[in-house]
């Protein structure tokens, strides 16, 4: 059943063929049981104004031939009665189309009533309604009624008349009726449904049979369309549809390639603009790095002179080595982001304890400076991990610092967690937060979020802390609401030696707002 589901969701081709099929076959069964109903209801009324006539002609001959009896002792006049219900159906019961009950006398109860009947009929047979209109009345009555005459096997339909006889010599009330069985009319009707079923069967499988021919030439290029575009999405922008006609798909199938040539043309912009980029921004943090260690090396000469200058000249001296220090580190960074985007990035790897890099927050210089308490979970017990120590510290040093002079929280967390095949570290923090925006945007290069609260960061860190996470092939990923606080979740795997493409990212701590 699961698989019949799915098919049914992945598969257009499924959904419109058993659409129409199903929605085919609820239309033919309607009609053809609309014109059953009326076949059989047309041969009833056609054969029901035959029978009731030919009832009524016997009847009357019924009557008169009762009439026409003198007897009045009650035993010659069952005998009389017994041989007019023999001489009506005095023909062979094969050839005969009908069967006669009489029932009677009515009303006196000290007298056996000469039931007599054509067959093993019983007179109780006869629907009660029926008995009780000719009882209670003259005239002439019919019913439809399923009985079992004429030695059929099951109930046929039966149309069922009677009328009162009386006798003129004693005065009393006979009831006699006549049972016609429509089982010619039943043979027509069985025959009609026959083939109303076997020609709906076959008219379902001829519009099952046209509608998928038909959905095939639709889908068909629909699918093909489906595999070019997946191979879009992998990288392929090679692949080209193949037109045929001026129909429809093909408007499509050439609309994707010029769709496919216009990607393909702003990709290959996009990749020379980022590959200027990297080469520029490599180039440049290169260049700037050996003028750098002299200006450095003249300003540290400056600074260790500032107490014999006067105060603004000092406080310049100051100033001026710790912009210097700001700026190597922003070369620092952006030769690590050049390194990234090269693939030249490089692990050194060794056995790193988690929680013991966790442990040493709690003296983080920047937290201690602004006033920010840094509370440990999970770091009681050793978190062993391969990584390359200098990257992953680097990472949890960036998280702390952000979330110290960021997110206005008094306090921080730093908690550890750890599972068979992964660990995870988490910094959390209860002040600001991050919105839906903020929350994937956060990792963005030179991104930052409101000025007036930062310290002037270059806006890298955080973009480094996840180039080195993911070179682990790790993650790390922000989760936060505004006004509750934000926690950034490192997730690392024991091994860094994973199949292609699989990454550790199920964090090993529970979260606050994932």
Same mark, same amino acid.
Do not use: C
């Given at each position: 059943?699961?698989?019949?589901?799915?098919?049914?969701?992945?598969? *257009?081709?499924?959904?419109?063929? $058993?659409?129409?099929?199903?929605?085919?076959?609820?239309?033919?069964?309607?009609?053809?049981?609309?014109?059953?109903?009326?076949?059989?209801?047309?041969?009833?009324? /056609?054969?029901?104004?035959?029978?009731?006539? %030919?009832?009524?002609? @016997?009847?009357?001959?019924?009557?008169?031939?009762?009439?026409?009896?003198?007897?009045?002792?009650?035993?010659?006049?069952?005998?009389?009665?017994?041989?007019?219900?023999?001489? $009506?159906?005095?023909?062979?019961?094969?050839?005969?189309?009908?069967?006669?009950?009489?029932? @009677?006398?009515?009303?006196?109860?000290?007298?056996?009533?000469?039931?007599?009947?054509?067959?093993?009929?019983?007179?109780?047979?006869?629907?009660?309604? *029926?008995?009780?209109?000719?009882?209670?009345?003259?005239?002439?009555?019919? +019913?439809?009624?399923?009985?079992?005459?004429?030695?059929?096997?099951?109930?046929? =339909?039966?149309?069922? !008349?009677?009328?009162?006889?009386?006798?003129?010599?004693?005065?009393?009330?006979?009831?006699?009726?006549?049972?016609?069985?429509?089982?010619?009319?039943?043979?027509?009707?069985?025959?009609?449904?026959?083939?109303?079923?076997?020609?709906?069967?076959?008219?379902?499988?001829?519009?099952?049979?046209?509608?998928? $021919?038909?959905?095939? #030439?639709?889908?068909?290029?629909?699918?093909?369309?489906?595999?070019?575009?997946?191979?879009?999405?992998?990288?392929?922008?090679?692949?080209?549809?193949?037109?045929?006609?001026?129909?429809?798909?093909?408007?499509?199938?050439?609309?994707?390639?010029?769709?496919?040539?216009?990607?393909?043309?702003?990709? +290959?912009?996009?990749?020379?603009?980022?590959?200027?980029?990297?080469?520029?921004?490599?180039?440049?943090?290169?260049?700037?790095?050996?003028?750098?260690?002299?200006?450095?090396?003249?300003?540290?000469?400056?600074?260790?002179?500032?107490?014999?200058?006067?105060?603004?000249?000092?406080?310049?001296?100051?100033?001026?080595?710790?912009?210097?220090?700001?700026?190597?580190?922003?070369?620092?960074?952006? *030769?690590?982001?050049?390194?990234?985007?090269?693939?030249?990035?490089?692990?050194?790897?060794?056995?790193?304890?988690?929680?013991?890099?966790?442990?040493?927050?709690?003296?983080?210089?920047?937290?201690?400076?602004?006033?920010? /308490?840094? #509370?440990?979970?999970?770091?009681?017990?050793?978190?062993?991990?391969?990584?390359? !120590?200098? +990257?992953?510290?680097?990472? !949890?040093?960036?998280?702390?610092?952000?979330?110290?002079?960021?997110?206005?929280?008094?306090?921080?967390?730093? %908690?550890?967690?750890?599972?068979?095949? /992964?660990?995870?570290?988490?910094?959390?923090?209860?002040?600001?937060?991050?919105?839906?925006?903020?929350?994937?945007?956060?990792?963005?290069?030179?991104?930052?979020?409101?000025?007036?609260?930062? %310290?002037?960061?270059?806006?890298?860190?955080?973009?480094?802390? +996840?180039?080195?996470?993911?070179?682990?092939?790790?993650?790390?990923?922000?989760?936060?609401?505004?006004?509750?606080?934000?926690?950034?979740?490192?997730?690392?795997?024991?091994?860094? %030696?994973?199949?292609?493409?699989?990454?550790?990212?199920? =964090?090993?701590?529970? *979260?606050?707002?994932?």
């Amino acid at each position: 059943m699961s698989r019949l589901l799915g098919l049914w969701r992945r598969s *257009l081709q499924v959904r419109v063929v $058993l659409s129409t099929v199903l929605l085919s076959s609820f239309v033919i069964g309607l009609t053809g049981s609309a014109l059953l109903t009326s076949v059989a209801a047309g041969l009833a009324e /056609r054969r029901q104004e035959v029978v009731v006539a %030919e009832a009524r002609s @016997g009847l009357d001959a019924a009557q008169a031939q009762l009439d026409a009896e003198v007897e009045s002792v009650p035993t010659a006049q069952s005998i009389s009665l017994a041989q007019i219900v023999d001489t $009506l159906t005095q023909t062979d019961p094969s050839a005969r189309a009908y069967e006669l009950v009489l029932d @009677g006398p009515f009303g006196a109860e000290d007298r056996t009533a000469p039931r007599r009947s054509s067959t093993a009929l019983d007179a109780d047979a006869v629907p009660a309604d *029926l008995q009780q209109s000719v009882r209670s009345e003259p005239g002439l009555f019919w +019913r439809y009624a399923e009985l079992s005459v004429l030695g059929a096997g099951n109930d046929v =339909p039966t149309v069922v !008349v009677g009328r009162q006889l009386t006798s003129p010599s004693t005065g009393d009330t006979y009831a006699m009726y006549y049972l016609f069985p429509l089982v010619e009319q039943q043979t027509t009707v069985d025959l009609v449904r026959r083939a109303l079923l076997v020609g709906g069967l076959v008219m379902v499988l001829l519009v099952g049979g046209v509608v998928l $021919l038909v959905s095939r #030439q639709v889908v068909g290029p629909v699918r093909l369309a489906r595999r070019v575009a997946e191979r879009y999405a992998a990288g392929n922008l090679e692949q080209r549809m193949h037109v045929e006609g001026e129909d429809d798909i093909a408007r499509l199938s050439t609309s994707f390639n010029q769709m496919a040539a216009s990607l393909q043309s702003q990709i +290959r912009r996009l990749q020379d603009l980022s590959r200027l980029q990297q080469r520029f921004v490599s180039d440049v943090s290169h260049e700037l790095r050996t003028p750098l260690t002299t200006v450095q090396m003249g300003a540290q000469m400056l600074f260790d002179a500032r107490e014999t200058f006067d105060p603004k000249t000092a406080r310049a001296a100051e100033l001026l080595r710790t912009e210097l220090g700001r700026f190597e580190r922003l070369l620092s960074d952006l *030769l690590d982001l050049s390194r990234f985007d090269a693939g030249a990035a490089q692990l050194e790897l060794s056995e790193v304890d988690l929680a013991d890099i966790a442990r040493r927050t709690r003296s983080d210089p920047v937290a201690g400076r602004l006033g920010v /308490r840094v #509370q440990v979970m999970g770091a009681a017990r050793p978190v062993k991990v391969e990584a390359d !120590v200098r +990257r992953v510290e680097r990472i !949890v040093r960036n998280l702390v610092q952000n979330a110290a002079k960021y997110s206005g929280s008094p306090v921080i967390e730093v %908690e550890v967690g750890q599972r068979a095949d /992964r660990v995870s570290l988490v910094v959390r923090d209860f002040g600001v937060g991050l919105d839906d925006d903020e929350n994937l945007r956060v990792f963005d290069r030179f991104w930052r979020a409101d000025p007036a609260r930062t %310290e002037g960061g270059t806006g890298l860190g955080l973009a480094i802390a +996840r180039e080195d996470a993911g070179l682990h092939g790790g993650t790390l990923r922000a989760h936060g609401r505004p006004g509750e606080g934000a926690e950034f979740v490192l997730t690392l795997p024991r091994r860094v %030696e994973r199949p292609e493409g699989e990454v550790a990212d199920e =964090p090993a701590v529970a *979260l606050r707002f994932a």
